[in-house]
């Protein structure tokens, strides 16, 4: 079974810091995709940055970074220049491509708290 | 326009109590779901509907019943709500059953008193 491992319950950062959360997965699929849902106090779940597992690139979306490694099983969400706009809970999610399953695991979130 | 919406966004009901929580997306997707947040903010897939069809239906109680009446509505109707129900429900969607992103929406706060 799939599962989605974030070991950081709670981070903060300075404001215009960066910061890095971590997130690591379990799975024997060779195709899949990766996501970073930002979740502020509104409830609404936003997507941050996706990945796909086939391309080496890692994504960027503005002063949203990704370091993924496919080996390791590892994607790592790097925010640069940190906003206070950006305190928020943080997922970690995985998806297979495969007709296996259809459906979105995620981690159990990281909180991140921005510091003026 | 919101994309996927759903309705209410709050709902304080007492045990015992039959509820409905409407979701519809103007997306076009073929796929939608249902999600549970608990209180410790776990997310956990609840169904999963392609094309009106139903796809996963994990290990919910049968108190909890989907329905898609057409592939941009999904709905959640829950019977004899209990104390445990307490949680923030959510619907999304996605473009097929392979597609990438889901498209939330803003979330469903049960509060069984």
């Known amino acids: 079974a799939q599962t989605v491992t974030q070991s950081q319950p709670e981070m903060s950062v300075q404001e215009a810091e960066t910061v890095t959360l971590s997130c690591t997965y379990d799975t024997s699929e060779s195709d899949y995709y990766l996501f970073w849902y930002k979740q502020p106090p509104s409830r609404q779940m936003i997507l941050v940055i996706r990945?796909?597992?086939?391309?080496?690139q890692n994504a960027t979306e503005n002063r949203f970074s990704v370091n993924f490694q496919k080996a390791a099983k590892s994607f790592s969400l790097k925010i640069s220049d940190s906003q206070l706009g950006d305190a928020a809970m943080y997922f970690c999610?995985?998806?297979?491509?495969?007709?296996?399953?259809?459906?979105?695991?995620f981690g159990t979130g990281t909180s991140l708290t921005v510091i003026p | 326009d919101t994309a996927v919406s759903q309705t209410p966004k709050y709902l304080v009901t007492q045990m015992g109590n039959d509820k409905s929580i409407k979701c519809e997306q103007n997306l076009g997707h073929d796929t939608m779901y249902w999600y549970k947040q608990d209180s410790k903010k776990f997310l956990k897939i609840m169904f999963s509907?392609?094309?009106?069809?139903?796809?996963i239906n994990e290990t919910v109680p049968n108190r909890f019943s989907p329905k898609s009446p057409d592939k941009a509505h999904l709905n959640l109707h829950i019977n004899s709500l209990e104390l445990g129900d307490s949680a923030v429900y959510f619907c999304a969607s996605s473009q097929s059953m392979w597609g990438s992103e889901a498209f939330f929406g803003q979330g469903t706060r049960l509060t069984v008193v």
């Open positions: 509907y392609n094309n009106k069809e139903l796809i």
């Open positions: 990945q796909e597992a086939y391309k080496q």
């Open positions: 999610a995985y998806r297979t491509i495969s007709n296996t399953g259809n459906q979105f695991y």
